[in-house]
């Protein structure tokens, strides 16, 4: 018990360091932080809403600090703080962020890439083991918050009633589509794409494809959502690979099809044989012959060459 309540003070004076004027005793705090939170001292965090939550919202200021030093350094502390969160708190935390992320003053980068240091740092599931509770739990909280919002649109938290606030991977008006929530994505799919619901994988994959199907969609976005659907691929059941396959083949067939789309697709199909190539060899000859025909018979002479 004196161990935990020399712990705690310790952990207090730290947070009330953070608003310190001096960059330097912020970021040093900040260090101390993260060896405490690395050590086993700390794990009492687990049953102690009030300090846990207290320690989340330390960081969440933190993060919008002017210095990128201590930035970076309160994103080092998320990582093990959301190993030590109870359940309600974690999930707390992750909502927080998602609606940072809508931000329209702010650098939502920070925000997004405090998702995916939490969704890395989370008990997930590992290769031919059935998941524990850990990873259950992780990916319970990720279910409920992330992909929701990452998908969207959501009710805002904050506005009046009957507002919306768009998914993170939607168009926004002034800023275009966000390649870091992208990522966020993909972190999500790495780390928790063996849980995740045939209604979850089908979502995430309507809204990657509606950045693939955006002829405004800039070069960095399109080769991150190209990646994304690749890694969202490895988890379909074999009904939807054959959705999928066949909803690019309406593309390919679609009267309007501009030039930009058609690289978008071709780019798509490629993507994904590399990615899956066992899986999605059956269905490339349903692709192909788009494909070929775009190219062209001179094209492909050269490019064998």
């Avoid at 190539?277 to 490339?284: A, T, Y």
Wanted: charged share 20%; hydrophobic share 40%; aromatic share 4%.
């Amino acid at each position: 018990m004196a161990d935990r309540q020399a712990v705690q003070h310790n952990l207090n004076s730290l947070l009330s360091k953070l608003g310190d004027p001096d960059p330097d005793m912020r970021y040093m705090s900040l260090n101390d932080l993260l060896g405490i939170l690395n050590s086993p001292h700390s794990t009492y965090l687990a049953h102690d809403q009030i300090s846990s939550s207290r320690l989340a919202e330390g960081l969440l200021k933190a993060l919008d600090d002017q210095h990128g030093d201590v930035q970076n350094q309160a994103l080092k502390c998320l990582g093990p703080l959301v190993l030590r969160l109870p359940s309600d708190s974690l999930t707390s935390l992750l909502e927080k962020l998602t609606n940072l992320t809508a931000s329209q003053t702010i650098d939502t980068s920070v925000p997004n890439t405090a998702l995916r240091y939490i969704v890395t740092a989370l008990p997930r599931p590992q290769a031919g083991q059935p998941p524990n509770d850990e990873a259950k739990a992780s990916y319970n909280a990720v279910s409920r918050v992330l992909i929701p919002r990452l998908t969207g649109p959501t009710p805002s938290p904050t506005s009046r009633r009957g507002s919306i606030v768009k998914g993170m991977l939607e168009k926004d008006s002034s800023k275009g589509f966000s390649s870091d929530a992208i990522d966020v994505l993909i972190q999500v799919v790495t780390c928790f794409g063996p849980l995740l619901k045939e209604a979850e994988l089908t979502a995430l994959q309507n809204s990657v494809m509606s950045i693939i199907d955006n002829d405004t969609a800039g070069t960095v976005v399109t080769k991150r959502a190209l990646a994304a659907i690749s890694a969202l691929v490895l988890h379909f059941s074999d009904a939807q690979l054959s959705a999928f396959v066949n909803g690019l083949v309406k593309r390919f067939k679609a009267p309007q099809l501009t030039t930009v789309h058609r690289r978008h697709l071709i780019a798509t199909v490629g993507s994904v044989a590399k990615s899956a190539p066992v899986k999605f060899g059956p269905h490339l000859p349903s692709l192909a012959p788009f494909v070929f025909s775009t190219v062209g018979e001179e094209n492909l002479a050269q490019v064998s060459r």
